[in-house]
């Protein structure tokens, strides 16, 4: 694919550790710190597979939903808190209620 033909030639440049490189008949910059990702969930509907050409050109991750009462417990703690493990665990509740009740418009 067309896609796969461009972050090929960005990942090749990248090895390289060229300054600039041609880009689609363009001669850009390039900067060594840049990079490409993709995020996909594959099980929703009318999401496509990436073809096979691109997917080679990409390492997998698995990803995981993160411990929301866990995260705050610490960010807690940071601040300050006595008894963060109490107070997350409520925080985590109310926004979770609040975003299971609440609407996404804007207001």
Do not use: W
């Not at 490189?21 to 001669?27: D, E, K, V």
């Not at 990702?37 to 929703?44: E, K, R, V």
């Not at 411990?67 to 107070?87: H, K, Q, V, W």
């Amino acid at each position: 694919s067309v896609v796969a033909q461009q972050v090929l030639s960005i990942q090749q440049a990248q090895n390289e550790g060229k300054r600039q490189f041609m880009f689609s008949g363009t001669n850009l910059p390039i900067k060594p710190n840049c990079g490409v990702f993709i995020t996909m969930n594959p099980g929703y509907a009318g999401r496509a597979e990436l073809p096979d050409n691109l997917k080679a050109l990409f390492r997998t991750c698995a990803m995981m939903v993160p411990s929301y009462a866990m995260i705050s417990e610490i960010s807690l703690y940071s601040y300050g808190f006595n008894d963060p493990r109490t107070c997350a665990n409520k925080l985590v509740g109310c926004l979770r209620l609040a975003s299971e009740q609440l609407s996404s418009q804007d207001h």
